[in-house]
């Protein structure tokens, strides 16, 4: 979220939210802060949270591992015929 305040001197303030707290910043023309805030919002939709990215490529493998004994489905599936007869009227 953000906002755009007329500071007692004169100045508009920019205060905007980002994930790592509250922020502000200060412009001689609305239309600066206007513009400012513009970007800061453009930037908060493309935002990746980096710490999402820090398991490793052994994690993942291990956490996605497929099952190491077959299941019934596997043993179903390998008794089955690999061809169909086709039958002909």
């Known amino acids: 979220m953000a906002s755009i305040d ?3 001197n004169g100045r508009w303030r920019a205060r ?3 994930p790592g707290g ?3 910043r200060h412009f ?3 239309r600066d802060a206007e513009t400012f ?3 800061v919002e453009h930037d908060l939709r493309q935002y990746v949270d980096l710490a999402l ?3 490793s490529l052994v994690d993942v493998m291990e956490n ?3 099952p190491a004994v077959p299941t019934q489905h596997d043993r179903q599936c390998a008794q ?3 061809t169909r007869p086709h039958v002909v009227r």
């Open 37 to 39: 805030l513009i970007g």
């Open 53 to 55: 990215g820090r398991e």
């Open 16 to 18: 905007y939210r980002f």
């Open 22 to 24: 509250r922020h502000a």
């Open 80 to 82: 089955r015929p690999r």
């Open 28 to 30: 001689d023309r609305k």
């Open 6 to 8: 007329k500071r007692s």
């Open 64 to 66: 996605h591992r497929p």
